[in-house]
């Protein structure tokens, strides 16, 4: 199947390209408005831009629903301060997520709503979910305007990790686990090996192509 995405409308667009593109990370950004209200909000669009310095990006959609048309709190916040912490979900943390990425009016903290507690960073103003096993404090590097979204490039300043998941300067991955966005839904990350690898068939339990196509 071919198809041409300019033929295509741009929720078609998405749709294909969030079932495509998987699994992917989320960014759980909490930000900080310029009269001291701490909002929080999920990104699957997020990934790692840079090494050296270290820089994180998220990109960020318009407004939906009743909200169609604005710009959503957590770009206007970024905008306002230049700051951000990019907070890592966790399957134990994944209803909390959940609910501070409801649709919800300007004033609401979703730290409060969603029963997290907002902890103080070392480097920015901007508070990072004490609950969530990795913060990275960032400030801002860029914002780009790409169509209708706009990418939020941060430059990494301080790191929080529990001590738990440290290990010899690695983080331990089934100690964090982490979850990724399908689509619309998710999956926590539950099989983890290296490869090359033998029966790969047996790990994954799925079908493996040996034909060396």
């Given at each position: 199947m071919i198809i041409d995405p300019l033929n295509m409308t741009a929720k078609q667009n998405y749709k294909l390209l969030?079932?495509?593109v998987v699994p992917r990370p989320i960014a759980w950004v909490s930000t900080m408005s310029s009269d001291g209200l701490a909002n929080l909000a999920p990104f699957s669009f997020f990934t790692v831009v840079s090494r050296n310095p270290p820089m994180l990006a998220f990109s960020v959609g318009e407004g939906v629903e009743e909200r169609t048309g604005t710009v959503k709190d957590t770009l206007q916040n970024i905008r306002e301060n230049g700051e951000f912490v990019i907070n890592i979900v966790t399957a134990r943390l994944a209803n909390e997520m959940a609910k501070s990425g409801e649709h919800l009016p300007?004033?609401?903290d979703e730290f409060e709503y969603a029963g997290l507690t907002a902890a103080e960073s070392i480097e920015i103003s901007v508070p990072r979910v004490l609950e969530a096993p990795v913060n990275m404090e960032c400030q801002l590097h860029d914002i780009i305007r790409l169509?209708?979204?706009h990418l939020v490039i941060g430059k990494l300043v301080k790191f929080h990790i529990k001590d738990e998941l440290y290990q010899n300067g690695r983080i331990n991955l089934e100690k964090?686990?982490?979850?990724g966005r399908l689509a619309g839904n998710y999956a926590p990350v539950e099989t983890i090996f290296s490869l090359p690898i033998e029966h790969l068939d047996e790990i994954l339990k799925v079908p493996v192509d040996k034909s060396n196509k």
């Open positions: 969030i079932g495509s300007r004033e609401i169509g209708d979204d964090l686990a982490p979850i």
